[in-house]
């Protein structure tokens, strides 16, 4: 079965760089990579998505390796409002998604 | 982008009782899907509401336990049907609004005693 790594949790300092990774055993041609956060509890929040080129908007980056099996989110200016559960997928139709258990980031002052 | 509403946001149920969750979309939408998420864990897909036709259910649910309603391009109900402790969860509803990604609604948090 295919599998989506992520670290459980990680801290970051308030104002710091989070960069958060993900690794997905297998993924096929036509599978983007997905970034979505949830912040308590509240419905999941689209951040980012890529097929294999570096992705930017107002919220993250997004790096791809080459073989697109690992990917990076970035948070540039990391604030305590990023405090959440981001989680890494990936889709071929853009609205189905299997999630896995994500990685709790801290944003600590 | 797509504004979900559901009803309701929470609720307390007895065990064997079933709860009705409603989806309000805000714009037609082609594909309406359901979650559920246990305390502490992440979001499992329970399946696919077609406009006009049954549900595709993932592994592990049935529609027995999980009736699915589609009437229309804009609403969608998830039935708990039977319920037990184990059903507590939060049960969130999410639709691709036209763009390449998903909407998520606030969700359900359901107490089954």
């Known amino acids: 079965d295919a599998k989506t790594t992520q670290p459980p949790s990680m801290d970051c300092a308030e104002g710091r760089a989070a960069n958060l990774p993900c690794n997905h055993s297998?993924?096929?041609?036509?599978?983007?990579v997905y970034w979505y956060r949830q912040i308590h509890s509240q419905g999941p929040q689209y951040i980012i998505h890529?097929?294999?080129n570096n992705e930017t908007n107002e919220m993250a980056s997004l790096i791809i390796t080459e073989d697109r099996k690992s990917s990076t989110l970035i948070l540039p200016h990391a604030t305590l409002r990023d405090t959440a559960v981001y989680y890494c997928?990936?889709?071929?139709?853009?609205?189905?998604?299997?999630f896995g258990s994500g990685t709790k980031l801290n944003v600590k002052p | 982008s797509a504004v979900i509403s559901q009803k309701p946001s929470r609720d307390i149920c007895q065990r064997g009782t079933s709860l009705t969750i409603q989806c309000q979309v805000d714009?037609?939408?082609?594909?309406m899907f359901w979650y559920r998420q246990q305390p502490g864990q992440s979001l499992t897909l329970i399946a696919t509401?077609?406009?006009?036709?049954?549900?595709?259910?993932e592994s592990g649910f049935v529609i027995d336990k999980f009736p699915i309603s589609r009437p229309n391009l804009t609403f969608s109900t998830l039935t708990v049907s039977n319920m037990s402790p184990e059903d507590s969860s939060i049960y969130l509803c999410?639709?691709?609004?036209?763009?390449?990604?998903?909407?998520f609604g606030q969700g359900t948090r359901l107490t089954v005693v």
């Open positions: 999410s639709v691709d609004g036209g763009q390449p990604k998903a909407f």
């Open positions: 297998t993924i096929s041609g036509n599978e983007y």
């Open positions: 890529g097929l294999k």
């Open positions: 997928t990936k889709s071929h139709n853009f609205n189905k998604f299997y």
């Open positions: 714009s037609q939408v082609t594909m």
């Open positions: 509401a077609n406009q006009g036709s049954e549900a595709t259910y």
